[in-house]
């Protein structure tokens, strides 16, 4: 079992009477994973251009000028992006290189003992791909026209990502630290439908996918891929490409976990297909529960979670019933 409620979720939850002084996973007896990054933005300056009781307008280390809502949980408006074309990207990118200080070795030299003692999950996590590179740096509407007018520089933004990224995590491994495996968001979908073409991944962007996989797996280590949306047009491929696990399977952008399951199962982890609308009504969701988890544990292959995270509709209440009846259902 691996989730993550929103910070407002978690407020809640201490409001209802979750105790202050223990870990959420640890009061429910869901599983940890111990994620290790690192910074390969362009570092661009950071600053506040605007501050109201409300929100602040302020420009982020990728260039991006966004407005962020000073309520918990809510999203960001982005407003502007310094990546918009070839001739940014090259100014972006000449800022990109795998120097040691965008490693927290000290976190590293501080906590990797404790975690690794204690038989923690640890992984990688990669930041690359269609979905940082829209959603953060360069904007939905500049990186899909790019994809279509100027394919080489949307692949260039892919390529050079991946390979800062996979030059930091080799200077982590050569210092001798291990992990079980690596995880990378890449929502290539949204409502019933990809944002570009099955021959369009295969041509631009499965190439930087597979890259990672290998690199994970000749280190022995597992793969995961987190991908919003439909996607399932893209699941042979993902497969073929060496993708351990995906996640979150989104029941409410049209992806069918049971048909997943039947159809791919022998191959492919699944984690999450626990439609997160139905969380905040506890018969439905506790119904759904029993409908769909005895199919999806068959043969193992199946790590509970939501369908993309826990929202602060779902109760205290209802997510220790939740928990609960998680616990029973998941026994062998």
Same mark, same amino acid.
């Given at each position: 079992?691996?989730?993550?409620?929103?910070?407002?979720?978690?407020?809640?939850?201490?409001?209802?009477?979750?105790?202050?002084?223990?870990?959420?996973?640890?009061?429910?007896?869901?599983?940890?994973?111990?994620?290790?990054?690192?910074?390969?933005?362009?570092?661009?300056?950071?600053?506040?251009?605007?501050?109201?009781?409300?929100?602040?307008?302020?420009?982020?280390?990728?260039?991006?000028?966004?407005?962020?809502?000073?309520?918990?949980?809510?999203?960001?408006?982005?407003?502007?992006?310094?990546?918009?074309?070839?001739?940014?990207?090259?100014?972006?990118?000449?800022?990109?290189?795998?120097?040691?200080?965008?490693?927290?070795?000290?976190?590293?030299?501080?906590?990797?003992?404790?975690?690794?003692?204690?038989?923690?999950? =640890?992984?990688?996590?990669?930041?690359?791909?269609?979905?940082?590179?829209?959603?953060?740096?360069?904007?939905?509407?500049?990186?899909?026209?790019?994809?279509?007018?100027?394919?080489?520089?949307?692949?260039?933004?892919?390529?050079?990502?991946?390979?800062?990224?996979?030059?930091?995590?080799?200077?982590?491994?050569?210092?001798?630290?291990?992990?079980?495996?690596?995880?990378?968001?890449?929502? =290539?979908?949204?409502?019933?439908?990809?944002?570009?073409?099955?021959?369009?991944?295969?041509?631009?962007?499965?190439?930087?996918?597979?890259?990672?996989?290998?690199?994970?797996?000749?280190?022995?280590?597992?793969?995961?891929?987190?991908?919003?949306?439909?996607?399932?047009?893209?699941?042979?491929?993902?497969?073929?490409?060496?993708?351990?696990?995906?996640?979150?399977?989104?029941?409410?952008?049209?992806?069918?976990?049971?048909?997943?399951?039947?159809?791919?199962?022998?191959?492919?982890?699944?984690?999450?297909?626990?439609?997160?609308?139905?969380?905040?009504?506890?018969?439905?969701?506790?119904?759904?529960?029993?409908?769909?988890?005895?199919?999806?544990?068959?043969?193992?292959?199946?790590?509970?979670?939501?369908?993309?995270?826990?929202?602060?509709?779902?109760?205290?209440?209802?997510?220790?019933?939740?928990?609960?009846?998680?616990?029973?259902?998941?026994?062998?």
């Amino acid at each position: 079992m691996l989730d993550y409620p929103w910070a407002g979720t978690l407020k809640r939850w201490h409001e209802e009477g979750l105790p202050e002084n223990v870990a959420w996973d640890d009061y429910f007896g869901f599983d940890k994973r111990i994620t290790v990054g690192c910074d390969i933005t362009p570092r661009f300056e950071t600053k506040i251009l605007e501050e109201t009781e409300r929100y602040v307008i302020h420009t982020t280390n990728w260039g991006a000028t966004l407005k962020s809502f000073k309520e918990l949980d809510s999203t960001p408006e982005f407003l502007d992006f310094f990546i918009s074309d070839p001739e940014h990207w090259e100014i972006a990118k000449s800022r990109m290189t795998p120097t040691d200080d965008r490693i927290d070795w000290a976190w590293l030299d501080k906590y990797y003992d404790k975690f690794r003692s204690a038989g923690e999950y =640890m992984d990688l996590d990669f930041w690359f791909g269609f979905d940082v590179t829209h959603s953060w740096a360069s904007g939905t509407e500049n990186v899909l026209i790019g994809m279509y007018e100027d394919p080489e520089w949307i692949m260039d933004m892919f390529d050079h990502y991946l390979n800062v990224q996979l030059a930091l995590f080799d200077k982590i491994l050569a210092k001798g630290y291990k992990f079980d495996g690596i995880h990378w968001p890449d929502d =290539m979908g949204y409502k019933n439908s990809t944002f570009f073409s099955l021959d369009m991944y295969r041509e631009m962007l499965k190439p930087f996918h597979k890259k990672a996989c290998d690199w994970a797996h000749e280190r022995g280590m597992f793969v995961e891929l987190h991908s919003c949306g439909y996607i399932e047009p893209f699941i042979p491929d993902l497969i073929e490409i060496g993708i351990d696990c995906l996640n979150p399977i989104e029941v409410k952008a049209g992806m069918d976990p049971v048909r997943i399951k039947k159809n791919y199962g022998d191959k492919l982890t699944l984690r999450g297909g626990i439609n997160a609308v139905l969380w905040p009504d506890k018969e439905a969701i506790i119904a759904e529960l029993d409908r769909l988890i005895p199919i999806l544990k068959e043969n193992s292959g199946y790590i509970f979670a939501s369908d993309h995270s826990i929202p602060n509709s779902v109760s205290l209440e209802n997510f220790t019933a939740i928990s609960d009846r998680i616990h029973e259902l998941g026994r062998y």
